[in-house]
Structure formats: structure tokens, C-alpha cells
């Protein structure tokens, strides 16, 4: 619906004066439309473009320098009247012959006819192209039935290179035809749109369905199905134009997918990802496409992808410069081929130990770490109901992925015959990138800090494991502001610190010491119950875990006690 | 809703590999986010910006050269990881130090403080912006708690400008420090948005109200008021803003207007004529503002105005050239206050007749149109509820407007001292540009057809009068496509042109043969109730007409009337 509206019937006045105050260096309001600020030179074709409002950028958004010379703006979704248009033609005029442009519905063809009518009588040469794009509008027997939609775009934009580029009418206009003969375009729609002042959609689309070839005002389209996957609507698309291929057509192409207002530019790059493969598996090249929003529906849902099939001269004038508010590009002179990117990455390179003792202190960190992702990963389902009281539940998964990835670092690390420091480092870091959430930054840098104390020449000591796990304490600590007693990690991590070093002092073995320390540490995890969050995210939700542990802390607890339990075995060993 | 998703935990990356396929140009992926494709100069400062996905353009559309070297995106609504950032801003760095800028949320705080720290110790010289510009996020006086929001691009467009020129890192930092502590954001939400996979929105905003200062990912706002017209919602965003400007802070400022998603273009230009004034009334100069979407939340509903109060140097650096996906501007070395731009038009120009016969003539034609104009507006309700049948109801509305305007132009005209020709024309073009619809052009069309079988330089006679209602009829024929019996004006002109004609060759006075014509013309408009519509709009809701008359065909058989009696009334005097 739309919110911001005022008067009904001065909505699209206001919109054109709004808009000709942002864009001002671009375009000059006059009554019922705009001209370019700076027009072409005397002589040259203009390109006067038109319907009705509602559709920004389409019809307004295209006049500037390489494209439209004027646009005439009707009331929303209603055809400019031919006065209007009659008037601002004549200001658009610059000697050269007018094109009128616009898409093909029977109120638009109506004034435009009347205006190039009498345009010709006041002695302006005046041609009419009239976008016929929309292939699900009739069938292709019936070419000139067919409605105008995002197609207006690369016509229009092409038609106004071709006019910049000093060419006669009679040639601009065989351009253009030329242009519309090879731009087929089809759409979806998700669900309608509601006209400025109304309560109630235009039109709807059932929840949970998309309506093939719905116009944009809400026209009959001629299918309805389910939702369906980006891949799934992506073969729709690219198969249907595909199939309408204009004869003798040649393989280079540019495409425009087009949001219609409340289809978002995410959703639009992720159904463009899914359309390339296509494009590209049918032999086309695909040149300086574009997706986004170039003629919306007010707040409609739904997109259409609209291609046209280049050749040289229609090459050449898509990738000249222009300077509008919908388009604005510098000359395309080199390689502007659409498709996937590789997601590059340099492999990681882990330093070599130059000890066998560095060396097995590596393969013990590794091993560490592959317990913790196994029992992380047992823990995952259990750690999710625990989180799900205070939070969004989506810790286990978050502690899983994250050790998962730490594993997997770690056994490179340890493949390339890395020492303890640089393992654990390694597992740090992949920890951070895979684990996601706060806690997941803090575990890694918290692990990362611990690695400091690392020598990547030695087995760790006692020593080394006292000052590393203080460290980490220390890192997690001014990262997340967080203190005993505040219901987080660290009411499990501080137990686990002070009774390793205090176990340590009392002259335990590295393995007892840590037991008992992974001992008071579960008992400090368990009565979190009885704790109230304070910080973060969970404090909103304080109440509901009100009886229940933290998260985090049993996940710290439980990690402490593999812990243990690996250092008792290798101790054994 | 998301409505093309596929899988929800691959839509962000999906989303960006989408992205960079189409600004290629531009943006080159890499793991987590995207760089420039044309790196700056070595020893150049690196600006990395990023946050969560799902705010396109924030944060890859603001790569590009003159704004950010890159862009690290997280997941949905999430921090990106601090590998992520780290990996990115390696990769960024061109040795000339790196800030890193992102939004004040605490995940973001939390990732990139844990990546400067790495990069710091690596020897990366790294500084930290995080924007604070939403005032409704915390009081003035606890400015280091307020959120970041649509700020984000005034600040970093500021800093990737200073970058781009060639300060040195702490010069940078300085210019984005200040610019971040100059620039104040204010916004209003009318609905929530979904995240990619759910069925129900992330949050609500009840039906009919708006939600003052309600964060980007439903954080929670301030107040809630009923929807608003423009120019109060105008004046609250400018009021809140305004009041808190800082300290010693100049009078020229940029403003940007912000559309979350759903929240379209056409309302943001509606809201933006309301804004201006304000500004301007407070005494500020406006340069190069911005209206449309510059950070969205997904399909959320709702707009923020942020304004950036400009010194000197922030002005250089706001108006230097920027090319990137979200803003594409070039050097702006002009004049670039914004103001509510004036819609001139030349004043219309009546010949004047030569003859005193001629001059009589337009009264007569004038007299006419006042005439219709007042019966027309006396019969726009019930005309109205004709067309409701089968049409939109807004007939009567059309009619009356294009009469009124017909005689005003006409009466303009005529004080000009034109012939009949010359104000009937005038009559004809005001029509057609203030009645609109179909008919609008048809009756301008005709009536203009009509006018050029008058000489403006005697008084019509009959000879004229029936050649000009036989134009006009085959105008509207030609234009109009109907013939009799299609339930349409057609039905009760053919009548009215044969009778006159008929009555003429009877060897009638002007006024009895238009009278008999204007009877056989009312008859036969009210006959239309039997037939069934066969063209246009009126088709598709033929049944609903059943047993009506048709609307065109009722008001131009009173039209008709109208004129007998005016005719009679003449020849009488």
C-alpha cells in the first residue's frame, strides 16, 4: 500500500516535482513531464518517451544524454494526455524530427497517435514506436497486440544512442524498430499493487503462488503455479524467450532482469545467478546486462526478464554512454561479457615446525581439535533446545560448524608439519570464519589468543597451557564486556582458568589439573539456571531462561571435559 | 516475503556471486565480500566497509571508485565473520593504512575490533569508523550507543572521496570522524520485512500506523502514530533532525532520503516536495541531495532523512566524482542546491480576427462551451453512476473537468479577439489535456477536428457546422475504432450528424435541424441499455452493464441538447 500519499490526484504532480528537484542537473520539469536540462544539439532526432506514472524509473528516470530527450508523465497508470505530449514534443524538438516513444496499450497508442498527428501538421517530421516486448501478452502471430514492458528499457536507451550519435530520423527510427523487433521480455508476479489513495490491491496473487505473464496493471496473465526455486523460475524464463528467438538472430545478447518494486535487489541477484548458466548453455553471450529496478508496478511484486538479441549497430548503441536517473554508464569499450565469477581465494599457508617435538605438539592440538568437533557435533541438537530459551537456538549449529572447521584447519596445518602455535592459530581462525555469531568470534580469537602462547618448537607445557588458556580468558573478556555472573560463557570459562592454575600450583599433573578444573567448570555451567542474562541479545529474552543453563557456558563445560579427557589419554600413552 | 530464495543459508552469497556478475565492471568477489576491480594507487588509504546482507545497496554497492575499496558482507542481517573481514581487508590494502567502517551494532563492533587488532598486529596500520547517525537509537547525550543507519552512505562516500584524493590515513580518519559527527538520521517504518526462507515477517507495524525510529532489523522505536500526510510526516523528520544539529554547524547540509524497500520511488519524490521547504524555510542550502534506496531492508516499509551538515572540505570531498553500483555521479563542480523547481510554460497565443463577424463567431463558440461546462458539472453524479456500471464511474468526473477547461480557454481566446476556428481549438486542446481517460482524447480530438471546418473570420453557418460535425465524427471514428452498436459515444453521434445533416438538405434552420438531431441522438444514447459493449476496457465488465445505458454515449446526446437549445436561444436574440 502506499503510505506516503496525500492527495490521490496530485500523487504523480508532486512525485514528477520531487523528482525534478534531486535529479535538476538531468532533467527540467515541465507541465505534465520533463526535458533534458542541457539539450542535444540543434538538429539531432529527440526521442520523446511517455505513459503513465507509477512506474518509475520508467518514464522520467530515462531522459538525460544518451537516452530520451523528454518524458511526458500521464496520471498513475494513466496515458499522458495529447496535449501534454503535443507540448512537450514541441519543447523537445530540435530540428531534427521527433520519435515518439511508448509502450503499446490502447490509451497510450490512442494520445500518441492524436499527437504525432498533429505534430506533422505543425510542419515536425514525427514517427511513432510503440514497444510490443511482453511475449505473454499474445502470441507471437499476433505481434502487434502485444503490450510494452521492461523491454522499454534497452529500446529506448538504444534509440537515444542512435539519435545522440547524429543519426536521420529515417535511420534512428529503423534502429529502433530494429530494437523492438528483437527484445522479448516475460514476467511473474508475486502479488499486486495498491494505487496511491486505495486501501485495497489493484489485483492480487494467491499467498504462496506466482501468476505467469500477469501485466503490470494487472492484465491477464495466462498461468498460475506454486513458488518455486530460483533454478526452476530461471528455466521458465530463459526457455519461454528462448524459444522466440528472432529468425537469423546471432548469439550475442544483453538482458535486463527487472524488479517491480517489492521483489528486492538480493532476490534479483540470486534468480540472476540462476539465469546465466542458461543463457550461457544456449550459446549466448550475454553482454553488460543489467538487473534492478528500470520500470517498477508502485509496490508490486514480481520480476520479468527481458532480453534482446544485438547485433553490431544495436551493440554498439546499448554500450554507449548516457547520463540519466534510471541508467547511467561511461562508453562500454572492452569486454563487458556477463558471468559467474569464481570466488577466488589464495590456499593458506602454514609455516613448517623445525622440530619433531614442535611438530608432535602440532598433531596434539589437531587431535584436540577433532575430538571437540565430534563431541560438538553429538552436543549440536542439545545445545540448540538449551539456546532456543534465551536466544534463537542457534548455537549447537554455530559450535559444531565452527570445531568442524577448526578440525579440518588444523589437519592441514598439521599436514604441512606445522608446530602447536601455528595449528591452533589455523584452527582459530577457520573457527571465527565458519562458526558465525558472537560466539563464534569470540571462541575464535579467544583460540587465537590462546595460540600466542604456543612455542611451535616444543610439545606445550604446563606452563604454556596456563598462560594460553589465561590469555584467551583475557581476550574473551575485554571483547565481550562480559562478567562472571552475567550468564554467558565466561561463568564456565573462569572456573576452568583459576582451577587449572590452581591445581597447577597445588603441583597436579597437567591432566588432573585440568580434570578437576573441567569439573568445577560443569558445576559453574549447570547452575547458570539459576542465573538472568544481562548483556546482549538474550538480556530481552532474560525471562524465558529462567531455569535454564546457558548455552554457551555448557558449551564451554563440555569442551573443557573432551579436553580432559584427551590429555588423560595421551598422558596415558 | 522473499519470494525467490532457494536455499535461506546460501542467499547471501548466492546473492553477491548474482551481483558481481552484473557490476563486473566494478566489483571482482572474493570469499565473503567484493573488491575493486580497478584498485586504487599504491599507498593509497583502503576504506572496507560491510555489515549484514540483505541491505543492497549496503555494503558491495558502495565499492567502486571515490567511495569504499571494498566490501565484506555477512549473512542475513548478520556480522560478517572476523576472518571475513581480515581476509578482505588484506586483500584491500594498498599500504597506505585501512579503516574499516560499519554500522554501530554490536556483532559488527565486536568482528571488526577483533579484525583491526589482527591487522594492527601484522602491521597494517588500521583505524575504526563506526557510524552513530540514527538519532531515535539513544539520547544525545550517549551518542557512542546510537545505531548506524542510511548515514552510512553520506560518511563513507565522504571518506572513499578523501581516500581517493590522497590523505594520509590520519587525515582520513579525521574527515570520516567529523563527517560521522555531523551527519543525523531519523526514520519511520510502516511495516516489517521477512527474512529469506521464513513465512512471517521478522516484525510488525499495525495496519494503518507508522513506527517513529524502528530500527532496520525491527530494533525497537520510539512511538507510533497513525499514518500521516506528507507534509507532516515532512516536518516531524526535519523538526526531530533539526534540533539536533551540531554545534557551530554551517547552513549548507546534504540531505538523503531513504527508501527501505517497499517503499517506492514516486512516495519518496511525494515526501521529498514536502521536505524541501522545510530545509529551506530553516535556512539551509541543500547540495546534491539523494532520494531513492541506498540501504534497504529487505521488503521492509519505510523511509529515513539524513542530513549532513557540510563544511568546506566535507562538501569537496560529498561532491567528487563516485562510481560505484549504488551511486554513480560525476565531478559536480556546479550549482547543486536542490530546490522545488517551478513547472513554466508559455502563455497561449490566440490569433486575433480580422473581421468583427469573426470575432462574433468565437463568442458563439465560447457561449457554447460555458454552457456544456455548466451542464456537464450539473450532470457528473449521475453520469458517474452510469459509468460505474461498466466502467471505472469516472466519466462524469472527466467530462466536467475537460468542459470547464474547454471554456476557460475558450473565453481566453475570445478575449483575444479570435474567430470561431481559433477558440473552438483552444476549447478542443484544453479538453484533451485536463478531462483525461479515452474519451478525454476523443472529445479533444474531435472538437479540434471540428474546428478546422470554421473560417475565424465569419460567423459558422450551416455549411461549416455540418462539414465540422462530420470531421469530428470520422476523427473519433478513426481514433476510436467503435462503430454504432458497440455501446459507445459513437452510438448517439451518428444520429446527431445524419440528423443535421438530414434536417439541412430538408432545407431546416440551423437550430431546428440541430434540435430533431440532438432527439434521435438522446433516444438512441438511451437505447444503448440493450446492447452489450465490444471494445475497450468496458468489454471485460460487460455483463455488469447489462440494462445501462452507456455513459459517452448519455453525456454526448446532452451535449447535443445542450446545444440545440443554445442554438435556439441564438437565433432567437
Redesign the interface.
Known amino acids: 500500500m ?5 492527495d490521490a490526484e496530485n ?2 504532480t ?9 535529479y ?2 538531468i532533467v ?4 505534465g513531464g520533463v526535458v533534458r536540462t542541457t539539450p542535444g544539439k540543434r538538429g539531432k532526432v529527440a526521442l520523446v518517451v511517455g505513459g503513465g ?2 512506474h ?2 520508467a518514464f522520467n528516470g530515462y531522459v538525460g544524454e544518451g537516452f530520451a530527450d523528454a518524458a511526458v508523465a500521464g ?1 498513475v497508470f ?2 499522458p ?4 505530449i ?2 512537450i514534443a514541441r519543447e523537445a524538438n530540435l530540428g531534427g524530427g521527433v520519435i515518439l516513444g511508448y509502450g503499446n496499450y ?2 497510450d497508442v ?2 500518441f ?2 499527437a504525432a498527428e ?1 505534430l506533422r501538421a505543425e510542419g515536425i517530421d514525427t514517427r511513432m514506436i510503440a514497444t510490443t516486448d511482453d511475449i505473454a501478452s499474445a502470441p507471437a502471430s499476433e505481434e502487434n497486440r502485444r503490450r510494452g514492458t521492461a523491454g522499454d528499457l534497452p529500446v529506448f536507451k538504444i534509440i537515444g544512442a542512435a539519435a545522440e550519435a547524429g543519426l536521420s530520423l529515417d535511420e534512428v527510427e529503423a534502429v529502433g524498430r530494429r530494437a523492438n523487433a528483437q527484445t522479448r521480455s516475460f514476467g511473474v508476479a ?1 502479488d499486486g499493487c495498491t494505487l ?1 489513495g486505495e486501501r485495497e490491491k489493484l489485483f492480487h496473487v494467491p499467498k504462496g503462488r ?1 501468476a505467469l505473464g500477469l501485466g503490470v496493471h494487472g492484465e491477464q496473465g495466462i498461468d498460475e503455479l506454486d ?1 518455486m ?3 526452476e ?1 530461471a528455466a521458465i524464463l530463459c526457455d519461454r524467450l528462448l524459444k522466440e528467438a528472432p529468425a537469423n538472430a546471432g548469439s550475442r545478447i544483453t538482458a535486463l532482469l527487472n524488479g517491480l ?14 539465469i ?1 548458466p542458461h543463457l550461457e548453455n544456449a550459446g549466448y553471450t550475454v553482454i553488460a ?3 534492478g ?1 528500470y520500470i ?1 508496478s ?2 508490486m ?1 514480481g ?1 520479468s526478464l527481458t532480453l534482446t538479441w544485438l547485433d553490431e549497430e544495436l551493440e554498439k548503441f546499448w554500450r554507449a554512454p548516457v547520463n540519466s536517473a534510471a541508467l ?2 561511461d562508453e ?1 569499450a ?1 569486454d ?1 561479457r ?4 569464481v ?3 589464495a590456499p593458506a599457508v602454514y609455516m613448517k615446525s623445525l622440530t619433531e617435538a614442535g611438530r608432535k605438539g602440532g598433531r596434539c592440538v589437531s587431535s584436540m581439535m577433532t575430538r571437540l568437533s565430534a563431541a560438538l557435533t553429538e552436543a549440536e541438537p542439545a545445545l540448540g533446545q538449551i539456546d532456543a530459551h534465551a536466544g534463537d537456538g542457534d548455537h549447537g549449529q554455530g559450535m559444531a560448524r565452527g570445531a568442524a572447521a577448526a578440525a579440518k584447519a588444523a589437519r592441514a596445518a598439521v599436514e604441512a608439519g606445522s608446530g602447536p602455535s601455528t595449528v591452533l592459530a589455523a584452527a582459530a ?2 573457527w ?7 560466539s ?3 571462541w ?2 579467544g583460540l ?1 589468543a590462546f595460540s600466542t602462547a604456543f612455542d611451535d618448537s616444543a610439545v606445550p607445557d604446563a606452563q604454556s597451557l596456563s598462560l594460553g588458556l589465561r590469555r584467551a580468558m583475557e581476550k574473551i573478556t575485554a ?2 564486556k562480559a562478567k562472571k555472573g552475567d550468564k554467558t560463557l565466561m561463568d564456565a570459562l573462569e572456573p576452568l582458568v583459576e582451577g587449572f592454575e590452581g591445581g597447577l600450583r597445588k603441583g597436579y599433573s597437567i591432566a588432573k589439573a585440568w580434570t578437576e578444573a573441567a569439573e568445577a567448570s560443569t558445576l559453574a555451567a549447570e547452575a547458570t539456571k539459576d542465573l538472568l542474562p544481562r548483556l ?2 538474550a538480556r530481552t529474552h532474560g525471562e524465558r531462561s529462567k531455569g535454564h543453563p546457558d548455552a554457551g557456558a555448557i558449551s564451554m563445560a563440555l569442551c573443557a571435559r573432551v579436553i580432559a579427557h584427551e590429555l588423560s589419554e595421551q598422558a596415558v600413552k
Chains 1, 2 share one sequence.
Open positions: 502506499t503510505k506516503i500519499c496525500g500523487f504523480a508532486s512525485a514528477l516535482r520531487g523528482f525534478a528537484s534531486i535538476r542537473d527540467q520539469p515541465v507541465r506514472s507509477g518509475f524509473p496520471d494513466a496515458s494526455s495529447t496535449q501534454a503535443l507540448r490502447a490509451g490512442l494520445n497517435s492524436i498533429r508475486f496511491p506466482l513458488l526455486r530460483p533454478s523460475l518494486g517489492s521483489t528486492k535487489y538480493e532476490e534479483l541477484f540470486v534468480l540472476w545467478e540462476a546465466i546486462p543489467l538487473a529496478e517498477t508502485l509496490d511484486a520480476c547511467k554508464r562500454m572492452g563487458y556477463a558471468s559467474l565469477p570466488l577466488t581465494e581462525d577457520a571465527a570464519d565458519r562458526a558465525g555469531g558472537t563464534g568470534a569470540l575464535g580469537a587465537f571483547l565481550g546482549g541479545r
